[in-house]
Nanobody, 123 residues
Framework: VQLQASGGGSVQIGGSLRLSCAAS????????LGWFRQAPGKGREFVTG????????KYADSVKGRFTIARDNAKNTVYLQMNSLKPEDTAVYYC?????????????????WGQGTLVTVSS
């Protein structure tokens, strides 16, 4: 499956952005999906994940209550709604897919990755 992330940009502190990740070349509903991010000079970290059917979601503590993941299996797309953005949310955001039921929080368990989209939060 191929993944294409979009929707990044620059936003002020407290603002919102919605990232999208469109999939092609596979049966979208067979994949759990995740969003990871990598800030400058840091490793890639788990942000959120969603199960095949969307009934199970996981969030990093740092984004709980501010970020929401959702998927539309009819459109082969997963979304990341980010609200109340903080400077520490600045990073390149990657979507990832794994042919399992429940999303993992471990990046090396995802064989398929999008190209990343940059989110910059500043005052």
């Amino acid at each position: 499956v191929q993944l294409q992330a979009s929707g990044g940009g620059s936003v002020q502190i407290g603002g919102s952005l919605r990232l999208s990740c469109a999939a092609s070349g596979g049966t979208f509903g067979l994949y759990a999906l995740g969003w990871f991010r990598q800030a400058p000079g840091k490793g890639r970290e788990f942000v959120t994940g969603i199960s095949r059917g969307g009934s199970v979601t996981k969030y990093a503590d740092s984004v709980k209550g501010r970020f929401t993941i959702a998927r539309d299996n009819a459109k082969n797309t997963v979304y990341l709604q980010m609200n109340s953005l903080k400077p520490e949310d600045t990073a390149v955001y990657y979507c990832a897919a794994s042919q399992v039921q429940i999303p993992s929080t471990t990046s090396n368990l995802y064989p398929y990755w999008g190209q990343g989209t940059l989110v910059t939060v500043s005052s």
